[in-house]
């Protein structure tokens, strides 16, 4: 079992950038894909970027593709993603995700974290 928390959150004007942070707990961490995921107000959540246990393999949503990097360290047991030419559309909670296997489907996800508010202005 792994125990979740985002950090990084904020308010930010379009064009900006902001870096989310995933601390996990745990000794396993390393062994777990990650997942950023999204949802806005009004919508369903969805798959934002995803990263294998090893970090050799990473998957984007299309429409963050070229603007997001997610990226882990293991030996500080953290996930991140580096946001940049935030858009209002971007505009979310964020929430980090841990998984057997790497997906884009969030029931394949069973730890979460609490979430971490990003608020981009035109």
């Known amino acids: 079992q792994v125990q979740l928390v985002e950090s990084g959150g904020g308010l930010v004007q379009a064009g900006g950038s902001l870096r989310l942070s995933c601390a996990a707990s745990g000794r396993t961490f390393s062994t777990y894909n990650m997942g950023w995921f999204r949802q806005a107000p009004g919508k369903e959540r969805e798959f934002v970027a995803g990263?294998?246990?090893?970090?050799?393999?990473?998957d984007y949503a299309d429409s963050v593709k070229g603007r997001f990097t997610i990226s882990r360290d293991n030996a500080k047991n953290t996930v991140y993603l580096q946001m940049n030419t935030l858009k209002p559309e971007d505009t979310a909670v964020y929430y980090c995700?841990?998984?057997?296997?790497?997906?884009?489907?969030?029931?394949?996800?069973?730890?979460w974290g609490q979430g971490t508010q990003v608020t981009v202005s035109s």
């Open positions: 995700a841990a998984a057997q296997q790497l997906s884009r489907w969030k029931n394949q996800y069973p730890y």
């Open positions: 990263i294998s246990w090893s970090g050799v393999s990473t």
